[in-house]
Nanobody, 119 residues
Framework: QVQLVESGGGLVQAGGSLRLSCAAS????????MGWYRQAPGKQRELVAT???????KYADSVKGRFTISRDNAKNTVYLQMNSLKPEDTAVYYC?????????????WGQGTQVTVSS
């Protein structure tokens, strides 16, 4: 069974920074795309950033220039460096990974980590 475990959320003032991490574990053969999504209260879950196994990344327009996604394939870990945080970045952030293990290829989600940005 593949599991994704996030860490690094918390409370920060506007203009501050946080770094999220998400580690995948289990009987993993390889991980394809990895990404971060977020869901604010009363809103739908939205894409924040994705990164391919080769390191190509995409970002939501709202975070371009402020957030950076990266991954360490040896550690099966994806990171999200968040700078110049704004109150509107407040949300639960979820890690996502497209994983091939010994039995199947599947889409997995972490449990979420809260990010709160105060004004």
């Amino acid at each position: 069974q593949v599991q994704l475990v996030e860490s690094g959320g918390g409370l920060v003032q506007a203009g501050g920074s946080l770094r999220l991490s998400c580690a995948a574990s289990g009987r993993i053969l390889w991980i394809n795309d990895m990404g971060w999504y977020r869901q604010a209260p009363g809103k739908q879950r939205e894409l924040v950033a994705t990164i391919t196994g080769g390191g190509s990344s995409k970002y939501a327009d709202s975070v371009k220039g402020r957030f950076t996604i990266s991954r360490d394939n040896a550690k099966n870990t994806v990171y999200l460096q968040m700078n110049s945080l704004k109150p509107e970045d407040t949300a639960v952030y979820y890690c996502n990974a497209d994983v091939t293990d010994f039995s199947r290829r599947g889409d997995y989600w972490g449990q979420g980590t809260q990010v709160t940005v105060s004004s």
